[in-house]
């Protein structure tokens, strides 16, 4: 555990408030950044806090004599085996990694930290990688991870630090800052960017091969919308790869109007994060509107859409992990999905993840079973080739998907072929009385629909099963049958709002056999059916 450094050292140091008004140009970099007090603490004895020295994008307010003009953002920074700050041209790879919605960089930058210690490669280490966690701090930070002075009477005076903080989760979105108060014009992204500019120094760093931004839940969500709207490596001016890691976000910026689910729910199911409408409001009014590349939002969402699928992305899928994050009681991401895996694989669906070029433009989907965790993902032998060993000496390669058997016959962008030519999981390939066969697993009345999808409740009880609910279906003259645990609906058409999900939803089990396995899901229904859907 690292001491929080005092006021009085820094003071001692002639660190608070010096540079304000002496600088002739803001260069951002690592380490270079003024320190403020925190009281935040490291837990690992290879990471350290240290401090970014961030420029104001806007170009207003560089070099004034206060805080305004000095922005700060502490970053966690891996240290090499020997307890030194890695060597610049020692390193071969830079991983930014993103916390999640607890603001807790310390325990992405130890997980990240212990998978590169997994590697076995000698020559992959942390003497090799550098690791770096910036932290995305917002009011409730204030007075812990950085300062805040209750006394204060006017907004600088309650925030007299350089440090940049953001409104609530917003950061996830690319929003400008909201502290300090006075210069709120620097977009989460831009901070970003300027970290990724920093390792794509070629100057400073002649050996870098590749640069990842890795991103977990909302450190997901992040990754997601950096790499949809994030400037391309031309407009940034570096040349060193840039790829996207990203592991169970709660959702997925959509690049269409279109949704998977009804919209009927959901009036602004469209907006910025979820999607692009209203995108300039966005983080208003603690901030200023957001402007970042606004020239490609204006270019519309098929030249985002293209931006984003330019990239080269490895998504991390954990199966257990149907969870829903919703603090705000927002509608707009059950237009695409009930939960996490849902959502998944309806945006893989609708934007096809394709793999091209395996040293290029390549997307990879690995399929972990693990729960809703970062360091799951992150050391599982998917996260750590993903992670470390791909494109590590700077050839372009890059190992198959991991994860068989398959969710969806399109969440297979890089197929292993020696996994070739196995079924689906959750397969059922039985059929039931009256022809029926299985469909799949479809939506039913939930957080986005209001129509059920088949209009007949024909049993509710304990001899429920496929068997029973295809055979009493039939019975009654019906050709679709579908069941949720003790539910069998019957009808002769699906309803309006209905679609069909990822088959894992439908993992429920009938309380009767002889097979009680895949027996529909919380609001989902398998279905099994006669004629065409
Ligand atoms: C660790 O970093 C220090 C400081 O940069 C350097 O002197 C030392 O050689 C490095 N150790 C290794 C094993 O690279
Ligand atoms: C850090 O400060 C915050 C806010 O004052 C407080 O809630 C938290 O308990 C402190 N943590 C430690 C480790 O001192
Ligand atoms: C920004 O943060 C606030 C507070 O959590 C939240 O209500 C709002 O939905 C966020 N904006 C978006 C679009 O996520
Ligand atoms: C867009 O934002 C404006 C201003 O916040 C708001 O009045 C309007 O309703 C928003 N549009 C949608 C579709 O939510
Ligand atoms: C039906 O599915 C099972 C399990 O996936 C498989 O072992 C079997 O070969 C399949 N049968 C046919 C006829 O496809």
Known sequence: MRRPISAAVLAAAGLVGNAHGQCQEVVPGQYTGTPFQN?????????????????????????????????????????NTT????????????IIVIHGALDDPWNYHSAMI???????????????????????????????????????????????????????????GGAHNQYPPNTKTVSSFDVLDQIVQWYGNKAMFPNINQIIIAGHSMGGQMAQRYAAIGKTGAQLGITTPVSYWIGDPNSFVWFATDRPESTGKCAAFDNYR????NYSAYGTPQSTAMTYNSALVAAGRDAILANFQSRTIAYARATLDKGDYNKDNSCSFYTTGADRNERFFEFIKRFPTTCPDPAGACKTVDIVVAKHDAPSLFQAP??????????????????????????????????????????????????????????????????????????????????????????????????????????????????????MVVVTSCEGSCPAGPSTAFC???SRLSIFSSIDL
């Not at 700050?85 to 830079?94: C, E, F, L, Q, S």
């Not at 979820?274 to 409408?277: A, I, Y």
């Open 382 to 499: 998917s996260g750590l080739t993903r992670l470390f060993y791909d494109n590590w000496d700077g050839s372009g390669n890059r190992a198959f998907d991991f994860g068989y058997p398959r969710h969806a016959p399109y969440d297979d962008p890089y197929p292993d072929p020696s996994q070739a030519g196995q079924p689906l999981v959750d397969e059922d390939n039985s059929t039931y009385a009256g022809g029926k066969t299985f469909r799949g697993c479809f939506t039913d009345v939930d957080k986005a629909q209001s129509v059920p999808s088949l209009p007949i409740s024909a049993y509710v009880g304990t001899l429920n099963s496929k068997t029973y609910c295809s055979s009493l279906c039939t019975q009654q003259g019906y050709s679709i049958a579908g069941v949720s645990y003790e539910n069998c609906y019957c009808g002769n058409a699906l309803g309006s709002q209905t679609s």
């Open 274 to 277: 979820e999607g692009f409408t």
């Open 520 to 522: 529909g899901g919380p």
């Open 83 to 94: 307890l030194g700050r890695p060597v610049n041209t020692d390193i071969k790879r830079a």
């Open 114 to 172: 212990q998978a590169l210690q997994m590697v076995t490669n000698d020559d992959i280490s942390p003497d090799t990688v550098a690791i770096t966690a910036p932290y995305f701090p917002n009011d409730g930070d204030a007075g812990g991870g950085f300062p805040y002075d209750p006394s204060g009477t006017t907004p600088a005076e309650k925030y007299p630090s350089p440090a940049l903080a953001w409104y609530f989760d917003n950061w996830s």
């Open 39 to 79: 009281n935040l603490t490291s837990t690992h004895e290879l990471s350290e806090i240290t401090f970014f020295k961030i420029k104001d994008p806007s170009g207003q307010h560089l070099c004034t004599a206060d805080a305004a003009g000095d922005l700060s953002l502490l970053a966690y920074q891996s240290l």
